[in-house]
């Protein structure tokens, strides 16, 4: 079954981050309000199929400009955090 959280971005552009994982944690869709909209849909297109911690790995701690943070760090920050909150028991 494939399952869908919603993320909001601190310190970005962007102000909503939509993403809908398949059973195995591959991203089967990705999409952000806000930001800077060309580079947000080459980043979802590269995305798209990947497992969400190769994704996390790859776009963990990058910058935008003069920011400690970015579109594409905000989206590793949402996948880890879903992530961990599957792996907690409820």
Same mark, same amino acid.
């Given at each position: 079954?494939?399952?869908? +959280?919603?993320?909001?971005?601190?310190?970005?552009?962007?102000?909503?981050?939509? +993403?809908?994982?398949?059973?195995?944690?591959?991203?089967?869709?990705?999409?952000? =309000? *806000?930001?800077?909209? *060309?580079?947000?849909?080459?980043?979802?297109?590269?995305?798209? *199929?990947?497992?969400?911690?190769?994704?996390?790995?790859?776009?963990?701690?990058?910058?935008? *400009? +003069?920011?400690?943070?970015?579109?594409?760090? =905000?989206?590793?920050?949402?996948?880890?955090? +879903?992530?961990?909150?599957?792996?907690?028991?409820?």
């Amino acid at each position: 079954m494939d399952k869908s +959280f919603v993320y909001y971005p601190k310190g970005t552009c962007s102000v909503r981050m939509d +993403f809908l994982l398949d059973d195995s944690n591959v991203i089967k869709d990705m999409k952000v =309000q *806000g930001g800077c909209n *060309g580079n947000l849909k080459g980043i979802r297109s590269l995305i798209i *199929g990947m497992k969400a911690q190769d994704v996390i790995e790859k776009l963990d701690g990058i910058k935008c *400009g +003069f920011k400690n943070t970015s579109c594409p760090d =905000q989206m590793a920050k949402a996948l880890r955090e +879903f992530l961990s909150s599957e792996k907690t028991p409820s």
